[in-house]
């Protein structure tokens, strides 16, 4: 009787799986690409690796595997549960989720590790973090490469330089699924309403130089850009980063762009904040100090958390911000109650001396990644749940959530339902790389959505990864290595304050070479030069 | 009792002094949570219009509407009402048993066991072996687990023995001749004499228990058995957190994972407005006079 | 202008141990006699007779010890980290030993003696100015004989125990804000000039340890009250017979009442001499003010935790503990010396 059930279960499952692929075609996805083959339900489909193209090649059994993952928020909405319900059925297999509190999920990752009862799917959020290190030394992790083969749809949509990242033991060995997050360079969100107070203008093209940078920042500082006659707002809302650590505003236009080919200097590849021959970084210290000091910056930044530097945009004190283009529409809905008529803008990068904006320096090209544990019974299942997950079938559902609950589709149109803002889960897992589309939310106005593609796709336009793809070479958990680190942040933090003169770097740099930099350059250059070798 | 105590003209000034002190102390303290409350009752925008008020601005009730739409509010309600009351009461009963025996000056092998307790203050084995030894206890994922770890608590042991070793021991000898029993002079002697040890221990437990969260991040994975300060750390800490996860990448901090300040208030109110309340009642544990009446009957 | 005054030295200065010395002073001279009529001889049995004789006293030792054995000390063995490089995935006991590597270089670090430094004056301020706090509050609520008044201001003191530090130390910047705090505010339209009183290292410490204060004195308070509340209503019948005014009653019949609450918690905060809490510094700080914030907790979660260095942390620990232990064994000996009992 139960088996008779199972039968039943698993045959229907079966039929609204090619329901749902047959369905699909019907060219209401919006990021279809023409060059790409529709995922059909056609079974003399060639491409074995789509398990939902060609179900009756694989292992359909039901599989039933555990994923610990952090979510925010912590409750799982509806969209959410009924996003993983169609994951489920799409590829008969049942997720049991484990999503422990955000706020200690470092702890909770050690005591899973520590209690040796391995999720088969586990988040980590840090490319290089000892306990994932540890873990894949000790095969807890598990290399996916043989399964890697039959997931084109990872393989396509993913950068390459993120599989190089995840080469932990320097063979090819690959060991995880990297959460892709689009690279870009992001640029400042800017009030349009001061710029026309003031009648000033922001070039077409959304690019600006360091001059006219400046002269925005200060006219919001000095010209009382809200004409309120006080003498109440400054230009640039700064906030130190997670540890509370400061640093130039620009580094792109000072040439600062993570590690890349040296044109000068003992090594073949710098950072140039690093670099003894360069001196981009003083110049950049410099541009920022001279800011800070004539007060164009807001002068809570050494105390601002990224939270407070947002809050203080929106509270009209200061104009401009560095932020992701994708959240303008947010930031404008905020401010409409206090600020009635105000409008934002966006500078999509500030220029370097040659008149090219380029920049970007997250080397991975993801933000956490998905292991498997040694404790997978059939690790090419779960892979082929995230191959699914990028396939054109999957994707629409990753992106907007399952259809009929997240959005209808209305004229041809997807259109949001009240639950769409509740979903965000299924987003937080995988991306397509080349999908702006993905920041665009169905609830963007019409008036919205020229500008925002135009400001994502520039953005993305102008990135350029950094070549260390996130390696933490072995110098860096030296302990000396990690002690100066924070004399190191201490006096940037010094010196854009004006305690410190800009002249002390040259000592802190050879401090910081003979406390363990010099094996740290080297090690990323060998690192270097083993990938880019291949 | 008035009657013996004069009022004069220096008495008069005195109480000038204390109470306009101890008013102006209060506004002090009073203003973050009237803040707190002032920002969870009104629309967002008057929160950034005057982030420090302490009137409310334009009245918007939905951070409260938002909080209680959460299916795990009601549940860690549940929760951190059953590990606070059962929790007080095992650990208050434990306390008072143990700081007994220590109270007597004569009692043999004491000393070693203070040394065991202060010890047990100041180390512990860490996150690591407390897991190992609650999962063998099968507690995993049991409101138990969030229960019996904190149950021992040497601070308060040392607070309650010394209370206890204070009362005067002519009562206890009375007692003694009379033939009774160690533990009956305590249910009839020492705890009725007790009680504003009691009251002030058993509220240091219980608010510990209100407050604890650390147990339920390590031994719970059950969401339905979070406790409530879990969850209002989730949501009150989440801009850190975000942060620290994204790794700054400013794309992948969305705006549902850092919920608006009148949440976060919001939240906080619904936390720790039930615990706020207790104190009130046990106020009048701490009345004075208690031992008088006590000796004399 | 504003002068600009070191205050934290000068706050260090005055502190001294003038306090220390003071408190156990005045009161040891009424609280030794009461402590000599309540000496009990001590009986000289038999141990067995003794055990039998006192045998309830060691059945009602029972549960409790076996409580602390099982949750405090079966895991106890989780020390031996500080002793090993920890890997999660091998285990405690499969770990590889070093010995004492971890301590070593705790010691050889550039930063230890800066992080020393730090964590003992933070601490000692907090002990000389955030400790007499609950003790005055609540020998001044003890003089309000309004009961409802006496319970309003009670409560009131004990709230801000129960507000995030998060909430604290947000409303903390947006006072003393630069740009927009109230209190540059006023500094301003007095003709001075703002101060960034966070970003300052003159300011710090002494804004870490008034925001301490003003969060946790209230509920400090509760376990004075307490011991008010056990002070036997004789001594103050007797105290207005001889015609004390209501200084000298403070003075010499309720302080000497809570006195051995006093010292009790004094020996124990001694404990706590290498412990600031993590979260109200963490919070607080910057890299401008490292040089007078960073304790052992924000350097442990930094060097440590944050590296997954989970063996050196638990060294760090291990030293904050056996500096505590040493010094609370100190204090007690020493109060037990001067005849204030002390907790043993």
Partial sequence: MKKLLAMLLISVLMVSLFVGCSSNTSGSNPTDKPTQEPAGSSTGNDNPGDSSSAPEEQDNELYTFKMFANFTPAEQSEADKSFFAAVEKANNVKIELEVPPATNYAERLQIMMAGGDYPEVVLFPGERDKILLDAVENGVVIPINQYLENAPNLMQYTYNISWDSLKFKGDDQIYGVPRTSIARADGYIVRKDWLDNLGMTIPEGGAVTKDEFVEILRAFTEDDPDGNGIDDTYGFAANSDAEGNMGPILTWPFGLNGWQKADKGPYEYMNLQFSKEHDNFKKALEFTRDLWAKGYIDPDWPVTKRETAIERFKQGINGVIGEFSGWVAQYITDMTPIFPDVELTYITGVKDDNGKVEGGSFGTGFWGLWTITSSAEKPERIISVFDWMLSDEGWPTVNYGPEGVTYNVEDGKMVATDLYAKYSWGRAILRRNNDPAFFIPLSTSEEMKPKLEKWLSTCIEQAIFSKDRGYRPPAADDPVYIDYQKTMNQAISKIIVGERPVSDWDQILDEWYKNGGEAYIQQVNDFIKSVEGQ | MKKRRPVTAGSVVFDIIIYGLLALIAACMLYPFLNVIAVSISDYSSYLKNPLRILPGKLDFSAFEYVFSSSLILSSYRNTIIITIGGTLISLTLTILTAYPLSKKHLKGKRAIMNLFIFSMLFSGGIIPSFYLIRSLKLLDTLWALILPGTISAYNIILMKNFFSSLPESLEEAAKIDGASDLYILRKIIIPLSTPIIATIGLFVCVGYWNSYFSAVLYIRDQQKWTLQLLLREIIMSANTQLLSSGGNLAEISKDAIPPQTIKYATLIVVVLPILCVYPFLQKYFVKGMMLGAVKG | ?344
């Fill in chain 3, 1 to 344: 202008m504003i002068p600009k005054v070191n205050l934290d030295r000068f706050f260090l200065r005055i502190g001294s141990c003038t306090i220390y010395l003071g408190v156990m002073g005045s009161m040891s001279a009424i609280n030794a006699k009461r402590l000599q009529e309540l000496q009990t001889t001590k009986p000289k049995k038999k141990f067995q007779s003794y055990f039998l004789a006192n045998k309830w006293l060691y059945i009602m030792l029972i549960p409790g010890l076996t409580f602390l054995f099982i949750f405090h000390y079966i895991p106890m063995y989780g020390i031996i980290i500080a002793f090993k490089d920890f890997n999660v995935v091998k285990g405690i006991f499969n770990s590889p030993w070093v010995g004492l590597e971890n301590f070593k270089y705790l010691f050889k670090s550039k930063d230890f003696y800066i992080i020393l430094r730090n964590s003992v004056s933070i601490s000692l301020l907090r002990m000389f100015w955030g400790f007499p706090v609950p003790i005055i509050l609540a020998l001044m609520l003890n003089e309000v004989r309004h009961i409802h008044y006496k319970k309003t201001i009670q409560t009131i003191l004990y709230i801000p125990h129960f507000i995030s530090w998060v909430v604290i130390v947000g409303i903390i910047y947006n006072f003393l804000s630069p740009s927009t705090g109230i209190v540059n505010y006023i500094i301003k339209s007095l003709g001075g000039e703002a101060i960034a009183f966070l970003q300052d290292e003159r300011y710090f410490r002494s804004i870490l340890v008034i925001s301490d204060i003003w969060k946790e004195s209230g509920w400090g308070t509760i376990i004075y009250l307490a011991a008010i509340s056990g002070i036997d209503e004789c001594l103050y019948e007797a105290a207005i017979i001889d015609g004390a005014t209501r200084l000298q009653r403070i003075r010499y019949v309720t302080i000497p009442g809570i006195a051995s609450t006093i010292i009790v918690l004094l020996i124990l905060r001694s404990g706590s001499i290498l412990r600031n809490g993590f979260e109200q510094i963490f919070l607080m700080y910057s890299p401008l003010v490292y040089d007078v914030a960073d304790v052992f907790e924000t350097y442990t979660y930094r060097v440590g935790l944050r590296e997954g260095r989970f063996s050196y942390a638990t060294a760090v620990g291990m030293f904050q503990s056996l500096v505590g232990l040493i010094l609370i064994w100190t204090t007690n000996r020493l109060s037990r010396k001067f005849g204030e009992g002390g907790l043993w």
